[in-house]
């Protein structure tokens, strides 16, 4: 485990190398080194790229977005054959799942420079550099974590869920979803969209920060881009009027709110949906 002084150190000279990135190659060892040692603390989870702050706000780490950002002009690509396989990329996967208590089903990848915490199963799927993947979390068949996403602990990702990642610049908030979330069949959470603890997202919601959320029983605006905590949420639309004429623009409607703590079975949740409505 790194100590505090060390991580100040690493961050400090990272930033140093980030002011002259562009005087950097792959035959620069000693940049090489320690910027690997930065991507080799967000592998094995000591360090993470962004988090929910003591004031509820997302705290995001500059520095090892731009140490990611860094990697990809240090490292020149390397052809790697798995199997019938081959790929050519400048990063290579993560391994020694077992060691980890990870499963992984074949098909399933992550980058190295990702976390999966103990009990991840990874379906047929990806988890790109920078994304944390809490404990117990399913990634289910072609769900794609994308970079510097931060998904939370007993996390349901169904098929065909796509978490945008978030990259560049280094300022900008990754997509969260807190403990406790399903997401449902075909969602898009993408442009640091967050998806609070314990909600639900109904299948092929879209969700990012210029959709609005709003409440079903009130019609109040709750947010952009951000479904609250235990809550079950589906896609919507509603009008608006134009010079050209009327149309529809997507949103997010909440249709209930759960107590805290509260969980919901399949059956649970396919009574709330029927009860307004939508298809279960």
Same mark, same amino acid.
């Given at each position: 485990?790194?100590?505090?002084?060390?991580?100040?150190?690493? &961050? $400090?000279?990272?930033?140093?190398?980030?002011?002259?990135?562009?005087?950097?190659?792959? $035959?620069?060892?000693?940049?090489?080194? !320690?910027?690997?040692?930065?991507?080799?603390?967000?592998?094995?989870? @000591?360090?993470?790229?962004?988090?929910?702050?003591?004031?509820?706000? !997302?705290?995001?780490?500059?520095?090892?977005?731009?140490? /990611?950002?860094?990697?990809?002009?240090?490292? #020149?690509?390397?052809?790697?054959?798995?199997?019938?396989?081959?790929?050519?990329?400048?990063?290579?996967?993560?391994?020694?799942?077992?060691?980890? =208590?990870?499963?992984?089903?074949?098909?399933?990848?992550?980058?190295?420079?990702?976390?999966?915490?103990?009990?991840?199963?990874?379906?047929?799927?990806?988890?790109?550099?920078?994304?944390?993947?809490? @404990?117990?979390?399913?990634?289910?068949?072609?769900? !794609?974590?994308?970079?510097?996403?931060?998904?939370?602990?007993?996390? +349901?990702?169904?098929? =065909?869920?796509?978490?945008?990642?978030?990259?560049?610049?280094?300022?900008?908030?990754?997509? /969260?979803?807190?403990?406790?979330?399903?997401?449902?069949?075909?969602?898009?959470?993408? &442009?640091?969209?967050?998806?609070?603890?314990?909600?639900?997202?109904?299948?092929?919601?879209?969700?990012?920060?210029?959709?609005?959320?709003?409440?079903?029983? !009130?019609?109040?605006?709750?947010?952009?881009?951000?479904?609250?905590?235990?809550?079950?949420?589906? #896609?919507?639309?509603?009008?608006?009027?134009?010079?050209?004429?009327?149309?529809?623009?997507?949103?997010?409607?909440?249709?209930?709110?759960? @107590?805290?703590?509260?969980?919901?079975?399949?059956?649970?949740?396919?009574?709330?949906?029927?009860? +307004?409505?939508? #298809?279960?």
């Amino acid at each position: 485990m790194v100590t505090v002084w060390a991580m100040v150190d690493l &961050q $400090a000279r990272i930033e140093e190398l980030w002011d002259r990135a562009g005087e950097l190659s792959p $035959a620069d060892g000693e940049a090489v080194a !320690t910027v690997t040692g930065a991507i080799d603390l967000l592998d094995r989870g @000591e360090a993470r790229v962004a988090e929910i702050g003591a004031d509820g706000g !997302t705290v995001v780490h500059e520095w090892l977005k731009k140490a /990611i950002l860094l990697l990809f002009r240090l490292r #020149s690509i390397e052809t790697t054959d798995v199997g019938p396989f081959e790929f050519a990329d400048k990063l290579p996967l993560k391994h020694d799942y077992a060691a980890a =208590g990870v499963r992984v089903v074949p098909g399933g990848s992550a980058r190295w420079g990702s976390y999966l915490a103990p009990g991840v199963v990874l379906m047929p799927s990806y988890v790109n550099i920078g994304a944390r993947v809490g @404990e117990q979390t399913m990634v289910d068949t072609w769900a !794609t974590v994308g970079s510097c996403a931060q998904i939370g602990a007993r996390v +349901h990702l169904s098929g =065909g869920v796509g978490i945008g990642g978030v990259l560049e610049p280094p300022n900008a908030t990754p997509v /969260i979803v807190e403990d406790d979330a399903l997401i449902g069949s075909r969602c898009m959470v993408t &442009q640091g969209a967050r998806v609070g603890q314990g909600a639900v997202l109904g299948e092929g919601t879209i969700l990012n920060p210029s959709i609005p959320v709003i409440d079903a029983q !009130t019609g109040e605006e709750l947010s952009r881009g951000i479904v609250p905590p235990w809550s079950v949420a589906v #896609s919507a639309s509603r009008r608006r009027e134009y010079p050209g004429g009327e149309f529809f623009l997507p949103c997010v409607l909440v249709l209930k709110h759960l @107590e805290e703590g509260q969980r919901h079975d399949k059956s649970q949740l396919n009574a709330v949906l029927r009860e +307004h409505g939508v #298809s279960a």
